[in-house]
Structures are given as C-alpha cells and as structure tokens.
C-alpha cells in the first residue's frame, strides 16, 4: 500500500487541483473529505490541476466520519500535519499504509478530528513564521514519506 493524502475540508480549489496534481505526477491516491469550501468540479479545480485532472486518482468522501470509517477498516495509518504538534516531520518514520492528512486553509481540523490521528507531526521552521501553503507543505512531507517507504524506486 503506497502512502496516500487526505485534504480535510479544502477552502481553496487551486491548492486541491495543484494536489491532484502532485498526486498524479508521484502515483499518490488523495482524498477529499468534503464539505469543500468550493463547488468541487473540474471546472473549479482546472486552474490547478492543469491537464493532470484526468490522471489524478482521488477518491470523494461525503464527511469525516466516513473517510475515519473507511481508513480505519483499510488498516491504514493517519498522519496529521498541523502546526499545533511539536513532533518533527523529519523524527517521523513513515510507513506504506500511512495517510498523511492536512487540514483545511482556514482552520486546520477540530479537536476530535486531530485526536483521531495516529500520529502528529510539523514541519519545522522559524518561530515568528505561521504556517506554510498547503500544497507546499503537503509536498514536503509526502516527498519525505515517499522517500523513506522507497515509494520514488518504483517510479525511476
């Protein structure tokens, strides 16, 4: 099982279509876990997404209790990344069953919804910084995920 991306809530269309994007260029499935902050069409994510829409592999879920239902009967891991953790990104050890998940733009996710999580990580930078992009900050950490589960191996 290849390690997987999960957008809780997504505010924005671009950063979900730059997602489905990444997610189709590295092989990497990506959950939407809707409500979306947007009317979810290709129309509305054409801007980010570009022509990769079509090679994307997502799959939809109408609510949180759902995908939690699905990932949990799956086996699969849930790695949260959210700036209110104070475990690294890089003291992680990532494994092929791990969905990595982020929170949406505006608000990240509900307590119930972090407590959730396997696993808590941040990406470290300076202390006056907030937060980064979500799509750049999915991208660092899936990168590393994939690296350390050989995930790049199979696609050289």
Avoid at 57 to 70: A, K, L, P, Y
Wanted: aromatic share 8%; net charge neutral.
């Amino acid at each position: 099982m290849p390690v997987e991306l999960a957008l809780y809530q997504p505010d924005i269309a671009q950063n979900t279509g730059t997602l489905l994007r990444l997610g189709a260029c590295l092989g990497v499935r990506v959950h939407i876990i809707h409500p979306t902050g947007f009317p979810f069409s290709r129309q509305n994510l054409k801007r980010g997404a570009l022509d990769y829409f079509e090679e994307a592999e997502f799959t939809e879920h109408d609510s949180w209790v759902d995908f939690d239902r699905f990932r949990r009967e799956s086996g699969r891991r849930l790695v949260l990344l959210t700036t209110k953790s104070s475990g690294s990104m890089y003291h992680a050890r990532f494994e092929p069953n791990d969905i990595l998940m982020m929170g949406r733009e505006s608000a990240g996710v509900p307590d119930a919804v972090a407590e959730a999580a396997d696993l808590r990580i941040r990406i470290p930078m300076r202390p006056q910084m907030r937060s980064l992009n979500v799509a750049v900050a999915a991208s660092l950490v899936l990168g590393e995920a994939l690296r350390q589960t050989g995930h790049f191996e199979a696609l050289t």
